[in-house]
């Protein structure tokens, strides 16, 4: 347990005295915490295996055989949950961004823009996704109008493109906002006009702030794209949702579950990294 | 009146600017030669900041008119953008652009103002970025520079818009003693190019050394002006000389 304490000859006893307290210290908290987790987590499965019905849920939700059978058609149903969302998010970002802009315009010219921006967030961002979802996939296509698609997978997209549009946009705002008033004399200074000093020097730095909020939002819809299933189509919950009542067994669900967890965990990863990269890039010495 | 020989690039008439209730300036008369080097000198608040910032149309004036090179700056029909692209201005701060190289911050506005090429507006940012002893740093970030170097960057940055006069407000007071000399020196240097400027600043010892003009700002008024012998070393007005004294005796004259 004791390494070698690292000596250096111009250190003071009792600076060497305090060090080694320190470090005795940290080990002891590293120590403490490590059987603390180790004994939460037996207590916490301990509880889950002794329970009464135990044997039953473990049949129902973690079958190995149903989920190796019905893990084919999920990942095929995923596969239209992951176009679903690299779609929608593009749309996201660019729509967000647009009333974002239009929320942060000045002057009496664009009033109604920022009426209109303004409106367009309180309703979608209080209108219930679920709601929206059905009264777009199911209204719209009821109005048999010429050229307007039916397809629940588009409409579904659409649903969620403007209820999360909304949310990124009010993000976009507060990065706009916080980019220091500096900055925007700066660029004016040179003669950039308002919306070039927007796009070449206020937004890069509001999208980088941003960046770990939005990525919040990301993960949201990279769940939420599953809630298109609710129009029909068949995509990773609904697919589970059919081998669930193939099987009379809930391990599908799982599978789906955990797909969907697997999808969340590199974006958190590369966000952190993309945020590390453009600190290290940007600051002195890289800290952090 | 004379007739005037030539017009002065910059001509401001009785600036009036107000923040809420706090008169900020007062009426100020000011105008600038081409090739001439007038230092604001004056406390804080007393308005320098405010002039400087007025006149590049960063800040609205409640009254008043500016002309560069006899054309109306504070015209509301101006196109003001590319009004102010004609000022070089630097600020106290530096104001880089942090998420930028200093390259980029170089070229931004003559590529995306003046629609100058990438590959010229490099070749000229490069120029004069190695003229003040940063070509090596072209490619780094602001913020791993000294802030002497950001304020080098940040003076080339004004410089690459090629503008009719250069507007330094303070370039020096956010600086480590031992960094101000490396700004100063590079402004000495634009003086002795020819460089029309309007500075304010607390450099005492440099405004006597540089200045054509010294003007002493007091409350928004311009106080007393004339060249730096006589406003520094035998100023008539005594608030003038009560503002010498203070600085003497904070040790910096």
């Given amino acids: 347990m004791t390494a070698p304490a690292q000596v250096f000859p111009e250190l003071s006893p009792a600076q060497q005295e305090r060090l080694a307290y320190r470090r005795g210290q940290g080990r002891r908290s590293r120590l403490l915490a490590g059987t603390s987790t180790v004994v939460f987590l037996v207590v916490m499965g301990a509880v889950v295996v002794l329970s009464p019905g135990w044997d039953r849920v473990k049949e129902q939700f973690l079958d190995p055989q149903v989920a190796k059978e019905s893990f084919p058609a999920i990942l095929e149903g995923f596969w239209l949950n992951l176009r679903v969302l690299a779609v929608s998010a593009v749309l996201i970002v660019v729509v967000g961004l647009g009333i974002a802009a239009m929320r942060t315009l000045r002057g009496p010219v664009f009033a109604p823009l920022r009426v209109l921006a303004t409106v367009y967030t309180d309703v979608f961002r209080g209108f219930p996704l679920i709601v929206l979802l059905y009264i777009i996939g199911f209204g719209v296509p009821g109005l048999r109008l010429q050229g307007v698609p039916t397809s629940p997978v588009v409409l579904g997209g659409l649903a969620l493109v403007l209820t999360y549009s909304a949310y990124v946009a009010e993000v976009f705002r507060a990065g706009i906002e916080t980019v220091h008033p500096s900055q925007r004399m700066a660029a004016r200074s040179l003669g950039l006009t308002y919306g070039q000093s927007m796009r070449r020097v206020v937004l890069p730095q509001a999208v980088r702030r941003v960046t770990p909020p939005l990525l919040n939002d990301f993960v949201a819809l990279q769940k939420d794209v599953g809630l298109i299933s609710v129009l029909g189509a068949v995509d990773a919950v609904r697919a589970a949702q059919i081998e669930v009542a193939r099987t009379y067994d809930f391990t599908p669900y799982l599978v789906a579950g955990l797909l969907f967890v697997l999808l969340a965990v590199p974006t958190v990863r590369l966000a952190d990294w993309v945020n590390l990269r453009a600190a290290r890039r940007q600051q002195a010495g890289g800290v952090l | ?253």
């Fill in chain 2, 1 to 253: 009146m004379s007739i005037p020989i030539t017009t002065p690039v910059l001509e401001a008439e009785r600036l009036v600017k107000r923040f809420g209730d706090n008169q900020v300036l007062g009426g100020v008369d000011l105008a600038v030669a081409e090739h001439e080097v007038v230092v604001l000198i004056g406390a804080s608040g007393s308005g320098k900041s405010t002039l400087l910032r007025c006149v590049s149309l960063l800040e609205e004036l409640d009254d008043g008119t500016v002309r560069l090179d006899g054309e109306e700056v504070t015209d509301p029909r101006a196109d003001a953008d590319r009004l102010r692209s004609r000022f070089g201005v630097v600020f106290q701060a530096f104001n880089l652009f942090p998420h930028l190289s200093v390259l980029q911050n170089v070229t931004l506005a003559p590529r995306v103002v003046h629609g100058v090429s990438r590959e010229e507006a490099e070749e000229r940012a490069m120029r004069l970025l190695r003229r003040v002893g940063l070509g090596d740093r072209a490619r780094d970030y602001p913020d791993r520079l000294s802030g002497g170097q950001q304020q080098r960057v940040a003076i080339v940055r004004a410089l690459a818009n090629e503008p009719r006069m250069l507007l330094l407000d303070e370039v020096t007071s956010a600086l480590d003693p031992e960094l101000v000399g490396e700004v100063l020196r590079l402004v000495r240097e634009l003086k002795e190019q020819g460089t029309t400027i309007l500075m304010a600043t607390h450099e005492m010892a440099f405004a006597r050394q540089v200045a054509d003009r010294v003007c002493f700002l007091d409350a928004g008024v311009l106080c007393e002006q004339g060249p730096p012998e006589q406003v520094l070393g035998d100023p008539r007005e005594p608030r003038t000389r009560q503002f010498l004294s203070r600085v003497i005796d904070a040790g910096r004259l």
